[in-house]
């Protein structure tokens, strides 16, 4: 894959991370377990009570969250917007060690195994941009983290009664609940960093699970 394309892949990444994991992701290898009917029925009819809902945009504790459909000119401008090729490149995740991009999660929720990243590290322009790491919790659902380097915001497809701001291991955040308690439907916390922003998302953990993980980064 050349550069030009994993820039554009991680682009898509970076504009619909809140729809990256499908609402009844099944990993390979573990992950959530399969729910059962009346569960599933339950799920759904929260899924559709959300999707009547406006969407959320505007700016919460400093960072400016937009729709995922939202227009390029709107979206988050990063290290990587507008580089050449000849200015990206893909370290070894160990090359990012000891740079404010590389995630040290303290906490990890019980049963969390970790998966290959969604995509290498990025560094455009000779600044790490981009990282990412995942995992499945066996029998609940997955989660990762992604650091991005460029502008405080990011893209969301919640209703306005799901996002609220706080504060998450002493730094500015924003914290969108899932749809059910229970953790379906995405919960999302989305720290201001002095590089730009840490996401933490999960499917399948309730809100103060994603909150736990946020608060344990290094």
Known sequence: MTKRLILGALLAVALGVGSFFAAYQLWPDGGRTEAQPDIVMEWEAARQEEAAKPRFEGVVNGIRLYRTDADPAVRRKWVCTGARDEEVAHP???????TPMEIIPTYLPPGAEEQPSMWPPVICKGVVAYVDR?????GKGDFFIIR???EQAMDISASADRVSAATVGGKRAVLVAPITPDGYGQSSVILAEDFGITIVSADGLPLEETVKIAEGLQ
């Open 92 to 98: 070894a995740m160990s090359d990012v060690a000891g």
């Open 134 to 138: 995942v995992w499945i919790v066996r």
């Open 148 to 150: 991005y380097q460029g």
